[in-house]
């Protein structure tokens, strides 16, 4: 839009201000505080100056909303496979090798740059910013589904909804050796690791620091050596299912980070050319944060970790 947008109503309900303008507008109370700083916020006809002020029901308001300031990050015309998308949110089966977000020497060629090109003049600005909200990632090497919002609305929803555990996700994985027992939960704490920033690791469960990370994992297929194991997160922590199967004895297949490939498998991965952690998020499940439904996603089993599989179904090593 070229102009500020404006937004009126009237209150529904006594509450803070942020809240209720939050609730009113579909804004986050991150946008309207900073709206409410600007001087953008009008409450009964007088500009408001506080967010934290207690505001009546009925009270009318008006919200001068203005244009989405051009994101840092530049749009780049990067094909995607979309699973799912609508006014509010898109859903991504992400390939592996796609970076999610820009940082430092990944400055473009990422998801985030080509979300910016896909969804150009469809972006309502999060948080004043014209770009994709993400509310989640997976690794660079890790294929497969990712939810994105596209408004502040669908931002803070899904958001409420990763920090309260209650997203759906299932990954594929194959992992070294056969996990006994074949079905379990592995409730580790995770935190970074002190020998080196970038990796994970895990532990005690009385610690102060890290995060608790819960992992519940079952045995689909026995192969040769390995296996081909589902994984369901109840929390979802940097690094989770590949650093809490490492912790079990059981790294997962390729993972240059956490577990040396057995050395009798090694010659089907250099044969294959797989060169990454044989992880693929395969379901993606959450209520629609504007409509309330209930939404499943499922993404097939790429075809590199299908070769894998089936390579390793009948290796003769």
Do not use: W
């Amino acid at each position: 839009m070229s102009s500020s947008e404006i937004i009126t109503g009237t209150i529904e309900a006594p509450a803070r201000l942020d809240k209720a303008l939050a609730e009113a507008t579909g804004l986050s109370r991150a946008r309207v505080q900073g709206l409410i700083e600007d001087g953008r916020v009008e409450i009964a006809g007088r500009p408001a100056t506080s967010p934290s002020a207690k505001v009546a029901a009925g009270t009318a308001f008006a919200v001068h909303v203005p244009p989405a300031a051009p994101a840092a990050a530049g749009p780049e015309a990067i094909p995607l496979v979309i699973a799912f998308e609508d006014a509010h949110l898109v859903v991504v089966d992400k390939p592996a090798g796609l970076v999610v977000h820009p940082a430092a020497g990944n400055l473009t060629g990422t998801l985030v740059n080509a979300l910016l090109h896909h969804c150009r003049g469809q972006l309502s600005g999060i948080n004043g910013v014209a770009r994709p909200g993400i509310v989640h990632r997976i690794d660079k090497d890790t294929s497969g589904l990712l939810v994105v919002a596209k408004t502040d609305a669908a931002h803070e929803g899904l958001a409420a909804q990763f920090a309260a555990h209650t997203v759906h996700r299932r990954y594929l994985a194959v992992c070294a050796g056969h996990p006994s027992p074949a079905q379990g939960t592995i409730d580790a704490r995770l935190g970074r690791s002190d020998g080196d920033r970038k990796k994970m690791t895990v532990l005690p469960n009385n610690s102060s620091r890290g995060k608790s990370a819960i992992t519940h994992y079952r045995t689909l297929e026995r192969l040769d050596g390995s296996a081909v194991i589902e994984c369901r997160l109840e929390t979802g922590r940097t690094h989770q299912v590949r650093v809490h199967c490492a912790s079990i004895g059981h790294p997962l297949l390729g993972d240059p980070a956490y577990g040396r490939t057995p050395k009798s498998l090694r010659p089907v991965l250099e044969r294959l050319g797989f060169a990454r952690q044989a992880l693929h998020a395969a379901q993606l499940g959450f209520v629609h944060p504007v409509s309330g439904e209930n939404v499943l996603f499922r993404s097939d089993c790429p075809q590199d970790m299908a070769t894998l599989i089936d390579q390793l179904r009948h290796s003769d090593r």
